[in-house]
Antibody, heavy 121, light 110 residues
Framework: EVQLVESGGGLVQPGGSLRLSCAASGFTFSSYAMHWVRQAPGKGLEYVSA????????YYANSVKGRFTISRDNSKNTLYLQMGSLRAEDMAVYYC??????????????WGQGTLVTVSS | QSVLTQPPSASGTPGQRVTISCSGS????????VNWYQQLPGTAPKLLIYSNNQRPSGVPDRFSGSKSGTSASLAISGLQSEDEADYYCAAWDDSLNVGVFGGGTKLTVL
C-alpha cells in the first residue's frame, strides 16, 4: 500500500525557517517524481515545487522561488522541503504527492495527509 | 489569481448532469494534459481524472473529462450527494515550468 506521511510542520515566526519531510513507503520511491502542494486556510490548492526521480531537476512556483528548496534522499525514501524567509502568506497545509515517472505533469496519484505550517509572531 | 480559471461554484440536484469548466492558455492546457482532483471536506485531494479523460481505478464512470484547445471540462452524471466537494483542474505550464491549479469549484448537491 502506497503511503506518504508528512511531518515537520508547526508554528514559526515570520522570517524563520522550517524543514518538512515526507516519508514514502509501498512503492519504489526512486522511480517517481515527487511534488509539494499547499493549501492556505479556506483557500484553493497551490502548486509549490517538484523534483525529478533522481533529484537532478527541481521546479518551483514563483511565490517560493529563492526561499524554498526541494530535495530527496532515495536511500531513505524521503522527500524534503526546506522553507526559509517564511511569510504570513506561506501559512498553509503542505501536502506531498507522488507524481509520474517524469516531471512535466500534474498527475499526482497519491497524496499524504498534509502538515500544517503556521507563520505568526 | 489562478493561472487556470474555474467557476467558483456549481450545483445540481441528485441524478442531474453537471459540468465544470477549466480555462487556460497555450502554455498549459494547450500543450499539456489536464488532471482533475476531488477534495472532500477535511481530506486530502484525490486524483479523479488524468491525461484529460482517463479514470484511475476505482473512480466511477459517472465522472468524465474532456479537453479542447486551451480549455477542459469535467462532467459528472447521475449526481449523488457524496459528490459534494471541491474540484480542481491542474496542468503543467511550460512557460512557468511548474504545475498550476485552477482556483477550484465548490459543487453543491441540492
Amino acid at each position: 500500500e502506497v503511503q506518504l506521511v508528512e511531518s515537520g510542520g508547526g508554528l514559526v515566526q515570520p522570517g524563520g525557517s522550517l524543514r518538512l519531510s515526507c516519508a514514502a513507503s509501498g512503492f519504489t520511491f526512486s522511480s517517481y517524481a515527487m511534488h509539494w502542494v499547499r493549501q492556505a486556510p479556506g483557500k484553493g490548492l497551490e502548486y509549490v515545487s517538484a523534483i525529478s526521480s533522481n533529484g537532478g531537476s527541481t521546479y518551483y512556483a514563483n511565490s517560493v522561488k529563492g526561499r524554498f528548496t526541494i530535495s530527496r534522499d532515495n536511500s531513505k525514501n524521503t522527500l524534503y522541503l526546506q522553507m526559509g524567509s517564511l511569510r504570513a502568506e506561506d501559512m498553509a497545509v503542505y501536502y506531498c504527492a507522488r507524481g509520474a515517472s517524469t516531471t512535466g505533469t500534474t498527475r499526482l496519484d497519491y497524496w499524504g495527509q498534509g502538515t500544517l505550517v503556521t507563520v505568526s509572531s | 489569481q489562478s493561472v487556470l480559471t474555474q467557476p467558483p461554484s456549481a450545483s445540481g440536484t441528485p441524478g442531474q448532469r453537471v459540468t465544470i469548466s477549466c480555462s487556460g492558455s497555450s502554455s498549459n492546457i494547450g500543450s499539456n494534459t489536464v488532471n482533475w482532483y476531488q477534495q472532500l471536506p477535511g481530506t486530502a485531494p484525490k486524483l479523479l481524472i488524468y491525461s484529460n479523460n482517463q479514470r484511475p481505478s476505482g473512480v466511477p464512470d459517472r465522472f468524465s473529462g474532456s479537453k479542447s484547445g486551451t480549455s477542459a471540462s469535467l462532467a459528472i452524471s447521475g449526481l449523488q450527494s457524496e459528490d459534494e466537494a471541491d474540484y480542481y483542474c491542474a496542468a503543467w505550464d511550460d512557460s512557468l515550468n511548474v504545475g498550476v491549479f485552477g482556483g477550484g469549484t465548490k459543487l453543491t448537491v441540492l
